[in-house]
């Protein structure tokens, strides 16, 4: 007996002398998954969640599954794979289907590959008419151990090459979360000219090849340029990068990516911000380009190997710039923060730098702003090496630098280089380039001072020393009497070291009796 498309069942009840006195129709709520994928032995089952009858069966998984996918209404609905191993002969392969979960029980769920192929895959990388929409995929432990390491990157036209999962061509409101990816052949997670994509809360462990753990590569036209979004996922011990042109990575743990072939974290050209990652024992660890661009409240760590960097930034054709870099603590890198080419507009501020050994700041920034910076520790070279123009320079802490404090280069001109701290720095404190960059007001490279020099006279003495303490024969500077007895005409003259006042006539004999106020400025 039926009613509607859900069984029948009678509940009797029963009084206590055992006579049934009442029997209802009991219709049982149906269950939260429109199929729901188990191990049965060696078959692979696939259950109507409402129903409870088996529609489907067969000892390939990935057949089961899609059967199961493709028996759904264009409404969608949700697929439950229970917990097991799921060995996969084909690629999981969704095409022009939309609004559906595919969900696992939980990471007792494993999904394991056999041969090269991707273990999923959702449209087509090259043809928008197998786009998927409103796609979840969620939960699996992915093991694609069976996979080559990869030698080259994912094609456009090749499908299914060797990754964890898979997105094409104008695939658009897709979800991947929760997923365990292991040993992947080549990018865990890899996504290609796809519209809006978020990844969230992956582990994605021993990524072999060949970009990027998780890699958003190639557009159509601007609905499917770099709009990915990476966030909360755990990325470890991967032999290539970690994430790759992403326009928002937020909250990542990466850990154990060593590479100096890539980059670990690629912004993506239509703008990038990264934010608030923890990159630990990295060997190349931010690179983004394009604008705008912020990278803020990062944490890196990296290997301290020679060619390792903390951030990168770099210019990106027709682009103005824009670039935030801000409260980030960059730790252990060869270079600091590098501008790898003529950048302009940025905007570096608040920065933590220790232990580099080439260089805290390095590159050609102009119309730029270096503020507010800590380098700490730099074991080869110079705290800043600036060869752009139009900077302002500011209020930055240089500690412990084995060569120069701030170095200005080949073209570096017009740049401000004020209100900066200097300790325990080896060689010349500011190295100028610039004929028309102004230094002043900095702690441990004295450009300007000023003061009051008080002498007795004798009634013969003409000459007075005043040491002007600068770090070089000052270019201004002028002296005035301050007390009666040094009002007469005097001429004065300076040198690396002092102010020398010459009067024509000799102050008379007292105490204290020659005062002079001063000011000079290199």
């Known amino acids: 007996m039926s009613y509607g498309e859900l069984p029948i069942r009678y509940v009797r009840t029963f009084e206590a002398g055992g006579k049934s006195i009442r029997s209802d129709y009991y ?24 129903t409870g009858q088996v529609k489907f069966s067969g000892s390939d998984a990935a057949t089961v599954i899609l059967e199961a996918i493709n028996a759904l209404s264009t409404a969608g609905g949700r697929i439950l794979v229970k917990n097991g191993d799921y060995q996969l002969s084909q690629t999981i392969l969704l095409q022009n289907v939309h609004n559906i979960v595919l969900s696992a029980e939980s990471w007792k769920t ?99 090849g060949y970009w990027a753990s998780i890699h958003h590569h190639g557009y159509v036209d601007e609905s499917s340029r770099h709009r990915l979004v990476i966030v909360g996922n755990v990325i470890q011990n991967s032999q290539t990068g970690a994430i790759r042109h992403g326009n928002v990575i937020a909250n990542n743990l990466i850990r154990n990516c060593t590479t100096l072939d890539f980059p670990c974290v690629v912004g993506a050209d239509l703008g990038t911000a990264i934010i608030g990652n923890y990159l630990y024992n990295v060997g190349r660890g931010i690179y983004a380009w394009g604008e705008p661009v912020s990278i803020v409240g990062n944490v890196l760590r990296g290997t301290g190997e020679e060619g390792s960097s903390g951030i990168s930034v770099a ?127 900095n702690i441990g490279y004295v450009t300007e001072n000023r003061g009051t020099a008080t002498f007795s006279g004798d009634g013969t003495t003409t000459t007075f020393t005043i040491p002007h303490g600068l770090v070089s024969t000052p270019t201004t500077y002028y002296v ?27 102050p008379p004999s007292g105490v204290d009796n020659v005062v002079l106020k001063w000011e000079a400025k290199v």
């Open 27 to 50: 219709n049982p709520p149906p269950d939260a998954a429109s199929y729901i994928i188990y191990k049965e032995g060696d078959l692979i089952k696939a259950k109507n969640g409402r």
């Open 110 to 208: 494993r999904l394991i590959t056999t041969g090269e192929e991707s273990a999923i895959a959702l449209g087509h990388k090259s043809n928008s008419d197998y786009a998927c929409n409103n796609i979840v995929i969620e939960g699996f432990y992915i093991d694609c151990s069976s996979q080559s390491k990869a030698t080259q990157g994912p094609e456009y036209f090749t499908e299914h090459e060797g990754c964890g999962i898979e997105v094409g061509q104008y695939c658009d409101n897709i979800v991947i979360r929760n997923n365990f990816i292991y040993n992947s052949g080549n990018d865990s997670i890899f996504t290609c000219r796809s519209r809006k994509v978020l990844v969230a809360n992956n582990w994605i462990d021993s990524t072999r």
């Open 315 to 441: 210019y990106y054709s027709g682009a103005e710039g824009y670039t935030a870099i801000v409260g980030n603590s960059i730790m252990d890198f060869h270079y600091g923060l590098i501008m790898s080419e003529p950048i302009k507009n940025v905007i570096m501020k608040g920065n933590v730098i220790r232990n580099v050994g080439y260089a805290g700041i390095v590159g050609k920034p102009s119309n730029s702003i270096i503020e507010g910076n800590i380098i700490k520790n730099v074991t080869l070279y110079d705290g800043m090496m600036i060869g752009g123009s139009h900077n302002i320079i500011k209020n930055n802490l240089l500690d412990t630098v084995n060569r120069y404090g701030i170095q200005e280069y080949g073209d570096a001109d017009y740049n401000v280089i004020e209100g900066n701290k200097f300790i325990n720095v080896s060689s010349t404190v500011i190295v100028k380039s610039g004929a028309n960059t102004i230094i002043r007001n």
């Open 480 to 506: 005035e009497a301050a007390s009666a007895d040094a009002a007469g005409d005097k001429y004065v003259t300076a040198d690396a070291t002092n102010l020398t006042v010459t009067f024509t006539t000799a």
